[in-house]
């Protein structure tokens, strides 16, 4: 089915400034879920879906609303993927990528080495008495953390994070910007080039990595298909665990009376993180594509359709979270969006959820005596797309 690049007959026009989503898509959001819940955005190119209940529909409907995005920014930044695919090639490649990711492994494989790596990090800041905890410290422990969840020895945390930052541009370049294209090649030609050394390594000695795990899988897996797969796991590998982080200690850090609750109870870190997750929502869309005529939000569409799911918006829907637009870790239970749903759900969530919430926050405010934010000015929320803190500026005692 050929992807219709152009507003549903009857569908709802709006028009909105990219650089105002990226500075604050809120009020846009809301305006959308009040009056167009479904509407063409021009600069975007798709259909934006804003509502919570939608998106969930949307995603219980994987044979309607399809990963097969033509056009798709993701595909033409790392190629045909496990996310833009639908069953059974997803689940084919999702069985033989996940295995090492699930809650058992995390445990048992890495929540060791990822603890070692955390205080390593601490170690070198320290004594300092002040440092960019998105710098020194989130971003290298998601970057080292990865490489070694996806047996990339021979890459390191620097070069993690400076691949996932360029296909992360790529994969939101809707301005269609050259030099973030090339930048994005660049990242993944140095990608396939450690993932062929790796796989090579790998089938002669299995190390229960990812990339060990797709090379010896009981289906078929090509040397092309697990070097695009990696690609996509570095890209939100990296910005998801580094992002919750910085945004959640940040929101502890402005509000001292929570922070003390959790640090007398450090089972509230369980309950920050998915706060934290909902409030941010780090990846904030993705993109479906109509297989076939469909009505939703009031709006029919026709096959080819493409819709954007704002899971940033729906994890804001007032009429599901109360005071949405609030950190609020006493909040009411209830399922939030930020890692996706259905066969799509985030593979990496139990990695993030491990290394955020059991070791570097509770490592960063244990160690970390007197923790204050400097309230730079160069510390501020950006994107849209992918949505985080730019810095997080912060100072400690020292004896």
């Known amino acids: 089915m050929n992807a ?10 709006v ?3 990219l650089a105002e989503l990226r500075h604050d898509p809120y009020p846009a959001y809301r305006e959308l879920r009040r009056t167009a819940p479904l509407a063409w955005v021009p600069s975007v190119g798709r259909h934006l879906l804003t509502r919570y209940e939608d998106i969930v529909h949307a995603e219980k409907l994987p044979e309607v609303f399809s990963s097969r995005e033509e056009g798709s920014l993701l595909l033409r930044t790392v190629g045909p993927n496990l996310l833009r695919e639908d069953d059974p090639d997803h689940r084919r490649l999702r069985s033989a990528a996940e295995p090492p990711t699930r809650p058992r492994q995390v445990r048992d494989l890495w929540a060791g080495a990822f603890e070692r790596t955390a205080h390593q990090l601490l170690d070198r800041i320290a004594g300092r008495g002040e440092a960019d905890l998105i710098r020194d410290f989130a971003e290298p422990l998601a970057a080292a953390n990865l490489a ?9 945390a620097d070069d993690i994070a400076d691949w996932s930052r360029a296909m992360m541009a790529g994969n939101s370049n809707y301005a269609d910007d050259p030099d973030v294209w090339l930048r994005a090649e660049g990242a993944t030609r140095a990608i396939e080039e450690a993932v062929a050394e790796t796989a090579g390594r790998v089938r002669r000695e299995p190390d229960g990595s ?6 010896h899988a009981d289906g078929p897996v090509t040397l092309a298909e697990i070097q695009n797969n990696v690609k996509v796991i570095i890209g939100g590998g990296v910005n998801e665990p ?3 982080f910085g945004v959640g200690a940040q929101a502890l850090l402005h509000r001292p009376e929570v922070l003390d609750r959790v640090l007398k109870d ?3 870190w369980k309950r920050v993180f998915e706060e934290t997750a909902r409030w941010i929502s780090p990846i904030g869309m993705y993109p479906r594509q109509l297989t076939q005529d469909h009505e939703i939000a009031g709006v029919p569409l026709p096959a080819g359709s493409r819709v954007a799911l704002v899971i940033a918006s729906g994890n804001r829907d007032e009429s599901v979270f109360e005071r949405a637009d609030e950190f609020d870790v006493d909040r009411p239970h209830h399922p939030h969006l930020a890692f ?8 990496g969530a139990w990695v993030a959820r491990h290394e955020v919430s059991a ?6 405010f244990g160690r970390l005596k007197g923790l204050r934010p400097t309230d730079s000015p160069a510390d501020h929320l950006e994107g849209w797309v992918f949505r985080g803190l730019t810095s997080l500026n912060v100072t400690w005692q020292t004896s």
């Open 359 to 364: 070791l570097a926050w509770p490592l960063v």
């Open 15 to 17: 028009e909105l400034d």
């Open 148 to 156: 070694l969840v996806l047996g990339l020895s021979n890459a390191s």
């Open 242 to 244: 580094r992002d919750v």
């Open 340 to 347: 996706g749903g259905g066969p799509h759900f985030c593979m």
């Open 210 to 215: 990812v990339i060990s795990s797709m090379v």
């Open 4 to 13: 219709v690049t152009t507003a549903a007959p009857g569908a709802p026009v």
């Open 266 to 268: 450090p089972a509230l």
